[in-house]
């Protein structure tokens, strides 16, 4: 296989790697954000934050019963993500609401997700065409 053949695997094996992010149906723990939990639990978006168990100084601090616990983050940049167990375990046992109804929907297809499909499938085109031809 020459160069440019081993350049367009790598790529393809790069946005195999990328996708299953950019997928929410791959997503296993189907999180949710603090927009999320405001709707779940109709709080504001003060209280959500008021009752996430977040701390200036420590990024990932110990898990607290008391308070509704995010899940571990790389960066204090990163956004508040919950786990839906964890936002009905809050809203059950902390805020006293007897049922909890959680539904996750799936968001629809971004315009990244749909270019990288296009990108690859391209990228497989170009794979054919170079095994096809013979080396020199």
Do not use: C, W
Not at 10 to 23: K, V
């Amino acid at each position: 296989m020459s160069d440019l053949a081993n350049v367009f695997d790598g790529i393809t094996t790069a946005i195999h790697t990328i996708e299953p992010q950019l997928s929410p149906e791959t997503d296993p723990q189907n999180l949710m954000t603090v927009e999320s939990v405001q709707k779940v639990l109709n709080r504001s978006r003060a209280s959500v934050y008021r009752y996430a168990n977040t701390d200036a100084l420590i990024l990932n601090p110990p898990f607290d019963h008391t308070r509704l616990n995010p899940e571990s983050r790389q960066h204090k940049e990163d956004p508040l993500m919950f786990h839906p167990n964890e936002v009905a375990r809050f809203a059950q046992d902390v805020l006293g609401i007897k049922q909890v109804t959680i539904e996750i929907s799936q968001s629809p297809e971004t315009l990244t997700h749909q270019l990288l499909r296009q990108v690859l499938e391209e990228l497989k085109i170009i794979r054919e065409l170079i095994e096809k031809s013979p080396e020199p």
